[in-house]
């Protein structure tokens, strides 16, 4: 009994440190370990490895208007809609307020983007209902994606997925935008 109280200790103790507690993606700590070690295996082996920075479009609009709680499950929701379309070794990392990065090992940048674009039509088909308000929200999302290369670190890499992913906002929102 003692080892198992123990081992469940232990898991829980590992998911706080690696999991945002509010959308149960992973948390920005735990994000930079995993990406240099499949940077190392990508130079060793040449795997393929996408990023892909998503961004909820105009969400301080809904935190304004329906409050925090209501941002909260957004939020989740998105996710959740996120987890669900994602393989088994997709990640998906909060990275800010409304900001996620998604890892996808074995995937190269038209994979990606085709991955993306699946992603971003799912959330802008979500209807997330808010009660207190009875009213519904929609949200769309801003994607900037990309591809580890020989020439860039990791932190570059995320870096030109962030650029990218500002370009599409900048474009109208709303899309996917990629970079090499």
Do not use: W
Request: charged letters at 30%.
């Amino acid at each position: 009994m003692r080892t198992e109280f123990k081992l469940l200790r232990d898991e829980i103790s590992e998911r706080i440190k690696n999991q945002d507690p509010l959308t149960g993606a992973k948390n920005r700590a735990s994000m930079l370990p995993t990406f240099h070690e499949h940077y190392a295996l990508f130079e060793r082996d040449k795997q393929d490895c996408a990023l892909a920075m998503l961004d909820l479009d105009h969400f301080k609009h809904i935190n304004d208007t329906y409050g925090h709680s209501s941002g909260d499950k957004v939020l989740s929701t998105v996710v959740e809609c996120v987890k669900k379309l994602l393989r088994p070794y997709d990640s998906i990392y909060r990275y800010g307020g409304e900001e996620f990065l998604l890892f996808m090992p074995d995937t190269n940048l038209e994979q990606a983007e085709v991955v993306a674009e699946r992603l971003r039509v799912s959330i802008a088909e979500l209807r997330i209902p808010i009660e207190r308000f009875q009213t519904e929200v929609q949200v769309t999302a801003s994607f900037g994606v990309t591809v580890f290369t020989e020439s860039r670190t990791v932190e570059e890499s995320i870096d030109l997925a962030d650029e990218a992913m500002y370009k599409a906002k900048a474009a109208g929102r709303n899309r996917v935008i990629a970079e090499v």
